[in-house]
């Protein structure tokens, strides 16, 4: 597509609930990010992937959450037992092999 | 490590006045810095970046930032404020192609009529 597509574009969720955030990156866009952006704050790294191969995981805050992306394309990044603390704008961005990062619009998710 | 400060979380300018907004690094190798603008309820969009090459950047919307190695600095300017500029500036900086973006914690612009 044109850009990086992510769904869905809000998400409420009840504590300790499971929640599952796509994103869609730029065809052919080789690396791919995560990035957490708490409210009034800068984006912060989560993990990274080049094609299917997840290089860097060292953002992610706790194993409750977990990234994939099996085929090297669509990734999903999965919360478990989602805490209040988990409350953010979830950002994914992808890019060519080098630099050249294409944000897409974000998931909102609130945990109630 | 590396590390952005961005000197001000909120700026207010007057319509037609000049936006500073500034931007300090710390890393152990030249890095690639960029400037991104996020409007409400959006993602980041790209203004300008700078990688190697001229000091001074020009982006969209008529921003521009000079990259000074001396003061490791890499301050956004617009000489004349728009109302459309009114959103969240975030500076970056990247140690390597293909690795991870550090962000500041960004700076909110109000604009002025």
């Known amino acids: 597509g044109a850009g990086v597509s992510q769904s869905p574009r809000y998400k409420v969720a009840k504590r300790g609930q499971d929640v599952a955030l796509r994103c869609d990156p730029i065809s052919g866009h080789v690396s791919l990010f995560w990035y957490q952006q708490a409210l009034g704050q800068g984006p912060e790294f989560l993990t990274y992937?080049?094609?299917?191969?997840?290089?860097?995981k060292s953002g992610l805050p706790s194993d409750r959450f977990f990234a994939e992306r099996p085929e090297g394309s669509v990734s999903t990044l999965k919360i478990q037992r989602t805490q209040q603390e988990d409350s953010a704008v979830y950002l994914c961005a992808s890019s060519p092999i080098s630099y050249g990062y294409t944000f897409g619009s974000g998931t909102r998710l609130t945990v109630v | 490590a590396q590390s952005v400060t961005q000197l001000g979380s909120h700026v207010s300018v007057s319509e037609g006045a000049l936006v500073l907004l500034r931007c300090n690094y710390s890393s152990s190798v030249p890095p690639y810095l960029f400037w991104y603008v996020q409007y409400p309820n959006q993602g980041l969009q790209l203004l300008l970046k700078y990688t190697t090459g001229a000091t001074l950047v020009k982006g969209i919307n008529g921003f521009e930032a000079e990259f000074k190695k001396s003061e490791t600095s890499f301050h956004l300017t617009k000489p004349s404020a728009h109302m459309s500029d009114a959103a969240e500036y975030f500076c970056a900086v990247l140690k390597a192609a293909g690795n991870k973006l550090t962000f500041g914690g960004g700076t909110r612009v109000l604009v002025k009529p």
């Open positions: 992937f080049q094609n299917e191969a997840q290089l860097d």
